[in-house]
Each structure stands twice: as C-alpha cells, then as structure tokens.
C-alpha cells in the first residue's frame, strides 16, 4: 500500500499498545516509541477500520520481576505455559502508564482489546494469551465483521507485534506489518528473530 492508496472495507489496522509505558519515560521504553505513534495516526487515516491493543495488568502481575524476589528484569524463568521475560512492573491498571499516549489521534478506532489482565498470565498477543491457549476473542469479532486483511504497527515490533503478527497468520488472516509505524526493542537479537519468524509464516513486511 503506497502513501497515496486507501485501505477496502475488509481490511483493518490494528495499533498495538500505543501507551506511555511503551514510549520515552515509561518503565518500559521502546526507544524511538513515541515516533510509532506519530507514524500510526497518519497510517490509521487511511483506514476505515481500527482496533487498539492495551496491555493493561493488575498490580503485582506475574510478569514483573518484582513479584519474584531476587529475580531482576529481563530474566527469563519457567511458567507453567514455557519461558516468560521478567518484566519491570508497567502499564498497570488506571495507572497513567498504562493510559494511552497523549499524542494517539485515531477518534474512529471502534474497538480496545485489552490484555494481560489475567494475574498468571502474560499476553503479548492481540489474539492470544502467552499460554496459547486463552483466547481475547478478536478472531471472531473480525470475521463476524467481514474484515479479512489485518494490517499491525506499534509497539513493540519484536514482542507484541510479532505475536499478533503470527497468531494473526495462524488464524487464517492476511496480515502486513507497517515496519515504519513500529518501534522495536531488541532484546539480545530479538529484533532480527522477530523479523525472520514473521517472514516464515507469510507475514509481509511493508
């Protein structure tokens, strides 16, 4: 989709955790985040359909490091459901952390997926919980509107992006992640992994 084309009505953007936390002075900073947000609105005005992510956890989560004494974040430990990133404690609820940035202009975005609610639970997907199993139900809602194309930006690309990029292909839906509308924040290579697992599973690259 070049910069002058407009989106057909089954298609979606989906604007994955556009927050506070997620962006400069947040407790969990993608560097460069706040430019994905600018680069979202203009990409969101060119579609009809959007849908917003929002990481939104409860206090004391099992995602953050701090609910695991001695443990620091970024560790990786076992959960019952495989490995889990030890995070810093973020986007908590009501917090002005988890609020979306102040900077995010998409009045016509029709839905917010929350996730990572779940105490024992991390969700980085907008489609799934890290367990693979649990559901956030935006598959249905998508084909019960008929919209058949999904297309991603936001934060971060080697995380939340990804795994919505990949559940989104496991769905069965056509999926494009905006590289330009995306930020990323490359944990011991994850960036080119992320890529390169994208790529394998049909996920086009715009």
């Not at 910069?3 to 506070?20: H, K, S, T, W």
């Not at 489609?127 to 936001?154: H, K, V, W």
């Not at 056509?174 to 049909?202: F, H, P, Q, Y």
Request: glycine fraction near 10%.
């Amino acid at each position: 989709m070049n910069a002058m084309q407009r989106a057909g009505d089954r298609e979606v953007l989906v604007v994955v955790d556009p927050q506070n936390d997620f962006c400069p002075g947040g407790a969990l900073a993608v560097p460069r985040g706040d430019e994905a947000i600018a680069a979202s609105n203009r990409l969101a005005g060119r579609f009809a359909h959007v849908i917003l992510t929002q990481d939104w956890h409860p206090p004391g989560h099992s995602s953050f490091a701090s609910a695991h004494p001695g443990r620091q974040p970024f560790e990786s430990i076992d959960f019952d459901y495989g490995a889990q990133v030890l995070w810093p404690d973020h986007c908590v609820q009501g917090t002005d952390g988890a609020a979306f940035h102040r900077d995010l202009d998409i009045r016509h975005a029709e839905l917010i997926i929350r996730k990572g609610f779940r105490p024992t639970i991390d969700s980085y997907s907008a489609f799934r919980e890290n367990d693979r199993r649990t559901p956030t139900g935006l598959a249905g809602y998508l084909r019960e509107r008929g919209l058949a194309r999904i297309t991603l930006c936001g934060l971060a690309t080697d995380f939340c992006v990804q795994f919505s990029a990949l559940d989104a292909r496991l769905a069965g839906f056509e999926t494009v992640v905006a590289l330009d509308a995306c930020r990323g924040i490359d944990l011991d290579g994850s960036l080119d992994r992320a890529l390169a697992a994208m790529r394998a599973a049909g996920v086009e690259l715009a």
